[in-house]
């Protein structure tokens, strides 16, 4: 047990030391060249003891005078012994190919990826003490917009935008990532993926959208659409004989919806560019109803 209290204590002394050495290391106030010849020393001797420890396990193993309950207990000893010097061996050799690291790379620690530096706690020349944060966003950028609903509703996720770069004055075409939903205010949020360029976080760009609508051949005011249980239709004026001579009344024909807005409706009708279609009334009229037409502009 007192064997065990010696190797455990003097593993905690070299713990320490390297602990030691490590913070020196990171303040800039340790020598490095000193540090690799001690620890290639400390290699050398380490080796030289996992050597003579392997002598003595095989010694142990062949020794007929020790009992056997002695001997396995030894046995654990040397055992323990030989661990302990194997992590000593790596630790310090770890310890060699980081100094050696750093002394090739003239003191210059560089991060093992690529991107912006968002925030930064380092300034040059103070003492780090392992609380200092250094956030790095990595991955392309992206251009954030803002415009009215009513100029949005047009457009839809993967819908190209121009971007202009102030700084190169070029152009380049992306697409639409995402589009949020309206604010208390009426605007859009709206986001597209920048190309590779040389941008900057807070950058200013300029951007130009446009969608190219359909053509429709058949347009209507979208107050002429009515509706019953039976389909879509609207009421065109058609003359009609009587007893009294010709008179107006409402016709009605079904359409097909095919696009609509607030105010134009897109059809399929049997129509013609003469037909009057009746887009408001002053009361409820049906097919058939006399009307008197005050044509619109």
Request: with cysteine; net charge negative.
């Amino acid at each position: 047990r007192k064997e065990w209290d010696k190797k455990s204590d003097k593993a905690f002394e070299i713990k320490d030391k390297l602990d030691k050495e490590l913070q020196a290391a990171a303040e800039g106030s340790y020598n490095y060249a000193e540090d690799i010849k001690d620890g290639k020393k400390a290699v050398q001797e380490a080796e030289r003891a996992l050597t003579a420890a392997a002598l003595q396990l095989a010694q142990a193993k062949e020794d007929n005078r020790i009992t056997a309950k002695n001997g396995q207990n030894e046995k654990k000893s040397i055992e323990i012994e030989l661990a302990s010097l194997r992590i000593d061996i790596n630790e310090k050799q770890s310890e060699i190919d980081e100094l050696d690291h750093l002394i090739s790379g003239k003191g210059e620690i560089l991060t093992p990826v690529s991107g912006v530096i968002s925030k930064s706690d380092l300034n040059y020349g103070i003492t780090l003490t392992g609380s200092e944060m250094l956030i790095i966003t990595t991955g392309g950028f992206e251009l954030t917009m803002t415009e009215n609903k009513d100029d949005m509703k047009y457009f839809s996720v993967g819908d190209e935008i121009e971007i202009k770069n102030n700084v190169s004055n070029d152009a380049v075409t992306s697409q639409l990532e995402a589009i949020e939903l309206p604010d208390s205010e009426g605007k859009v949020s709206f986001t597209a993926l920048l190309p590779d360029e040389d941008y900057r976080q807070g950058n200013s760009l300029e951007f130009n959208m446009k969608k190219d609508s359909k053509e429709y051949p058949m347009c209507i005011p979208v107050q002429a659409l009515r509706q019953d249980s039976a389909s879509t239709y609207i009421l065109l004026v058609k003359d009609k004989d009587s007893v009294l001579g010709k008179e107006q009344t409402a016709f009605r024909i079904d359409v097909t919806v095919i696009e609509k807005d607030l105010k134009t409706a897109a059809i399929a009708a049997s129509l013609s560019k003469e037909d009057s279609i009746i887009v408001s009334s002053n009361k409820n009229i049906s097919e058939g109803d006399r009307v008197r037409v005050n044509e619109m502009e």
